[in-house]
């Protein structure tokens, strides 16, 4: 297995591996519900592995970035370098969320000694930070990571140009709805906003299963290689030119 297969492979699952949290907002349900905190029955493992998944989302983000630095750099390393930066706050911003569940959880540890109105104030105020952060974390950022990785997919070739189009089409449709969210002209979850981020989701897992089945695409492998040998050449010898010749003085 080649090196370049090898990237592909590895992106391909990390991708793949982000899509385990699609059941986060069904563990969800119990800790974000309004008695939450007063209930003393209420389970916190649904929640915690919820978190647990979200975690691992975030790190898998990484590594998809990390893992297809080397090979779009040569299309165009300021974009490269701004995925890796975009997926490495998505994590930030993931890892947020994470932390207002295990508040929640700890505050529901300790429910029986605290004031029942204090302890719900406290759980609808952790709530709406946990919604804040998430709309920053798990639905801009996408969109953001889309037009980056999207558009260095494209000009490259690296993959069918089907793919990444999918992604440059769904971001600003998705951006939109982040906006419209944002100023709360819809809800997060109303359909408008779901259907929104089909086309992201569409975008990444097509994208995962493409390189673990298939990979880069060699002719484009090749295109880059020879782009950036062809480029490091020409500094070379740019930088190795030699300066203007100077006549020879004439001695009386």
Do not use: C
């Amino acid at each position: 297995m080649s090196s370049t297969r090898r990237t592909a492979l590895i992106a391909g699952l990390f991708y793949l591996l982000t899509f385990v949290s699609m059941p986060t907002l069904a563990l969800y349900s119990g800790v974000r519900a309004t008695d939450y905190l007063t209930n003393p029955g209420a389970s916190d493992s649904p929640a915690l592995l919820g978190g647990f998944l979200v975690v691992i989302v975030g790190l898998a983000g990484i590594g998809t970035a990390v893992a297809l630095y080397p090979v779009v750099r040569r299309q165009n390393r300021t974009l490269a370098l701004g995925f890796v930066m975009t997926r490495t706050l998505e994590a930030a911003m993931i890892f947020a969320p994470v932390a207002i569940i295990l508040t929640l959880v700890a505050l529901h540890s300790t429910a029986a000694d605290s004031d029942p109105a204090s302890l719900l104030t406290t759980g609808r105020a952790l709530i709406l930070q946990f919604n804040g952060v998430f709309l920053l974390g798990q639905s801009l950022m996408p969109g953001l990571n889309a037009l980056l990785l999207g558009t260095l997919l494209y000009r490259s070739g690296l993959v069918p140009r089907i793919l990444p189009t999918i992604g440059l089409i769904g971001a600003p449709v998705h951006l939109t709805a982040v906006a419209l969210t944002l100023f709360t002209v819809i809800d997060r979850l109303s359909p408008i906003a779901i259907f929104a981020a089909l086309p992201i989701a569409v975008w990444e897992f097509s994208l995962g299963v493409y390189l673990v089945v298939k990979g880069f695409k060699p002719s484009a492998v090749t295109s880059l290689i020879a782009r950036t040998s062809d480029a490091s050449d020409a500094s070379g010898t740019s930088g190795s030119s030699p300066g203007p010749v100077r006549e020879p003085v004439a001695i009386a």
